[in-house]
Every structure is written in structure tokens, then in C-alpha cells.
């Protein structure tokens, strides 16, 4: 699921820079800036790559132990709740000093992409409006030290950058336990 909906925001954003910049190749990749190793990351160069920074729970969904649902003939099935996940997105701005500006081109329609679009279906085949299939965008503030922290956790030098908050990721894939059969009224026969 996290795969599907980062895959997602990589293919709209490289979409809307080829309609904004009339250019014909992705400028937008789903990449560590950095490998494992330290070394630079291949096919990041003049881009502006993003990956997932964390993830968490949302704790004000996190209320119920199990969860019912009706089977239609007075029957419930019960199963565990949905989990709700938040997830934190780094942009990057990944442009040498030759073509900085251009970077900074990007990063702003990035911006106003994400200012336009503060919610997007993740099932673009529907448009049920469901908040499960929703994908929603915050812009989020860090302060120097955070940001020094963040950049050092992620092994490399500052760049232009922008963090967004993406609500939420709805996991419901846990199996039914149990079926609790409809109460049913008997008839005395007397």
C-alpha cells in the first residue's frame, strides 16, 4: 500500500511538471538521496527526489479493539480495527549550483501542486470520495535543529527541501475472527 500511494504521488507530480515545464522526461524519482553505503544514489542528479521519512499511527483513530461489520442477514463478523498510518514525505530540490534556480522552479510548482491538490483519490479509477481512498497533504515546519537532525540522519548535505505530512494510509486487511450469528426470536408453541 505505502509502494502504490508513493508511486502515485511520483506519477502526478511528473505528470504536472510535463504539462507546467513542457518537458518530456520525470523530474520527479522516489529515491534515497543516499545509499546504505554512503555513496550517492543513482539517477538523482537535476531531479527532485522524495522518499518517506516516517511513518505513524494516527492515535486519535486508535480507539476501538475490535470492529463489527454487518453480513447483510443480521450476523456480524468481528475483526480487528483498520490501522491508520500517517506518513512523512521529504521533496528535494536535487539540482547542482550550474542549474539551482531550476531547482527551485521545480520545488515551487511542487508546492502549488500540493496547495491545489490537498487531496488526492489513491484509487484514481474511483472517484467514491471515500476517506479511506484519500490521500490528504500538510505542509510541515522544521525548526534549524530538526532540520540539522534530519540531515544528518539521512547522510547527506542540506538542499532545498520541503516536509509534507500524508494522511493517511488505511490498512484493512485483517482477517474476520469470528462470525457472531443474528439473535433471532423463537416462537412459543403451546
Request: charged share 20%; aromatic share 8%; net charge neutral.
Amino acid at each position: 500500500m505505502i509502494d502504490v500511494a508513493l508511486g502515485l504521488i511520483r506519477d502526478l507530480l511528473n505528470e504536472h511538471f510535463r504539462n507546467e515545464f513542457s518537458i518530456s522526461e520525470n523530474k520527479v524519482v522516489l529515491s534515497n538521496i543516499v545509499k546504505a553505503d554512503g555513496s550517492v544514489a543513482q539517477n538523482v542528479d537535476a531531479k527532485v527526489v522524495f522518499f518517506l521519512v516516517s511513518l505513524d499511527e494516527e492515535a486519535a483513530l486508535k480507539n476501538s479493539m475490535n470492529r463489527t461489520i454487518g453480513q447483510g442477514n443480521g450476523s456480524f463478523a468481528q475483526k480487528n480495527p483498520s490501522l491508520h498510518l500517517n506518513m512523512q514525505l521529504l521533496f528535494c530540490a536535487n539540482f547542482d549550483s550550474a542549474i539551482y534556480s531550476e531547482g527551485l522552479s521545480y520545488l515551487s510548482s511542487l508546492i502549488r501542486f500540493f496547495q491545489i491538490n490537498k487531496r488526492i483519490a489513491l484509487d484514481q479509477s474511483s472517484n467514491s470520495g471515500s476517506s479511506k481512498n484519500r490521500l490528504s497533504f500538510e505542509l510541515c515546519k522544521l525548526d534549524y535543529a530538526e532540520l540539522s537532525h534530519l540531515w544528518s540522519a539521512i547522510g547527506s548535505k542540506l538542499m532545498p527541501s520541503v516536509l509534507y505530512k500524508v494522511s493517511m494510509l488505511v490498512f484493512d486487511d485483517a482477517p474476520i475472527r469470528k462470525i457472531i450469528p443474528a439473535v433471532k426470536e423463537t416462537q412459543n408453541q403451546t
